[in-house]
């Protein structure tokens, strides 16, 4: 198993940047593929970004491409969200996540994919 602690949210105004952590323990972080959703009040939660456990691939949801960074560290046992040019739109709680082995691009975006979470961290943008 792994545990998932998030960390690095806050209040910001639109255009500034944050960078989300997600630090890893249990099991060898290296196993795993990880990826970031996102959950706003009222609507269901949904992908932002993930990132595979060895190749190092990528991928984005189309509404932060080009402003998000997701990266890993694995020597840290962290993956990182890198967020730029904030809308308030990206106002939501986000989550970390965990994939035991291979992650295909196909499930990348799907929740059911991922068997452990972070229990979140609130980021908030105001205009």
């Known amino acids: 198993q792994v545990q998932l602690v998030e960390s690095g949210g806050g209040l910001v105004q639109a255009g500034d940047s944050l960078r989300l952590s997600c630090a890893a323990s249990?099991?060898?972080?290296?196993?795993?593929?990880m990826g970031w959703f996102r959950q706003a009040p009222g609507k269901e939660r949904e992908f932002v970004s993930a990132?595979?456990?060895?190749?190092?691939?990528?991928y984005y949801a189309d509404s932060v491409k080009g402003r998000f960074t997701i990266s890993r560290d694995n020597a840290k046992n962290t993956v990182y969200l890198q967020m730029n040019s904030l809308k308030p739109e990206d106002t939501a709680v986000y989550y970390c996540?965990?994939?035991?082995?291979?992650?295909?691009?196909?499930?990348?975006?799907?929740?059911?994919?991922?068997?452990?979470w972070g229990q979140g961290t609130q980021v908030t943008v105001s205009a």
């Open positions: 996540a965990a994939r035991y082995g291979y992650l295909a691009a196909s499930d990348s975006r799907d929740t059911k994919s991922y068997g452990y």
């Open positions: 249990g099991r060898s972080f290296n196993d795993y593929a």
């Open positions: 990132m595979s456990r060895v190749s190092g691939r990528t």
